[in-house]
Nanobody, 126 residues
Framework: QVQLVEPGGGLVQAGGSLRLSCSAS????????MGWFRQAPGKEREFVAA????????NYADSVKGRFTISRDNAKNTIYLQMNSLKPEDTAVYYC???????????????????WGQGTLVTVSS
């Protein structure tokens, strides 16, 4: 059974940077599209970024475009989210997810996401 583990959250000041990682165990996810989502207190979960299996196709939410970078290292079975120029409104629990049956577009749409990480809290202070 595949599991996704996400260390790397924490507290950072506005304008700062943080890198999240998401490592898979139990199964290789190198052929599947994956993504990052977040849920702020009192809000619904929202899409942040997605990456296809090769890393050649990437999609970002408008709210993070130009500040966040998603990447993957298939040799390490890991994806990353580099977050720069963080804002207080980026405060949320961040989740990684994998789609075993879908495509990049379904990840963006939040569909066919069979595997989820446990989430990691990112707090951005003003």
């Amino acid at each position: 059974q595949v599991q996704l583990v996400e260390p790397g959250g924490g507290l950072v000041q506005a304008g700062g940077s943080l890198r999240l990682s998401c490592s898979a165990s139990g199964r290789s996810l190198r052929t599947y599209p994956m993504g990052w989502f977040r849920q702020a207190p009192g809000k619904e979960r929202e899409f942040v970024a997605a990456i296809d299996w090769s890393g050649g196709n990437i999609n970002y939410a408008d709210s993070v475009k130009g500040r966040f970078t998603i990447s993957r290292d298939n040799a390490k079975n890991t994806i990353y989210l580099q977050m720069n120029s963080l804002k207080p409104e980026d405060t949320a629990v961040y989740y990684c997810a994998a789609s075993l049956r879908g495509s990049l577009s379904t990840v963006v749409a939040g569909r066919n996401l069979e595997v989820w990480g446990q989430g990691t809290l990112v707090t951005v202070s003003s």
